[in-house]
């Protein structure tokens, strides 16, 4: 089970964390992901760490403004987001994927999901 929250409302050029919690079982593989969609439009890749070496990745939108790090003995991901910008507007999903190690990350290759967390950047 996967657990996301941390959203809410702020100005741009602010800053949120959002935060991710594994519960019911022990993460220590796979990679976990963070994901975002706004209205009307497709769920998309914005960062991804992976469990055992945390090796980090990133949408090009989001280089050099967000950073995801994750706790192992906490079961938590994070991602810290600063310098927002009104389209960083959305819904954040944390998402989780085994077995595949590509540095690719389509929606499809994560099959666990956070219930989401809303985002919103006022201009």
């Known amino acids: 089970q996967l657990q996301a929250f941390g959203g809410g409302l702020v100005q741009a050029g602010g800053s949120l964390r959002l935060s991710c919690a594994a519960t019911g079982r022990t993460l220590s593989s796979g990679t976990m992901g963070w994901f975002r969609q706004a209205p009307g439009k497709e769920r998309d890749f914005v960062a991804a760490?992976?469990?055992?070496?945390?090796?980090?990745y990133y949408a090009d939108s989001v280089k050099g403004r967000f950073t995801i790090s994750r706790d192992n003995a906490k079961q938590t991901v994070s991602l810290q987001m600063n310098s927002l910008k009104p389209e960083d507007t959305a819904v954040y999903y944390c998402a989780r994927r085994i077995l595949i190690t590509s540095t690719h990350f389509p929606v499809s290759d994560f099959a666990s999901w956070g219930q989401g967390t809303k985002v919103t950047v006022s201009s």
């Open positions: 760490i992976t469990w055992s070496s945390g090796t980090s």
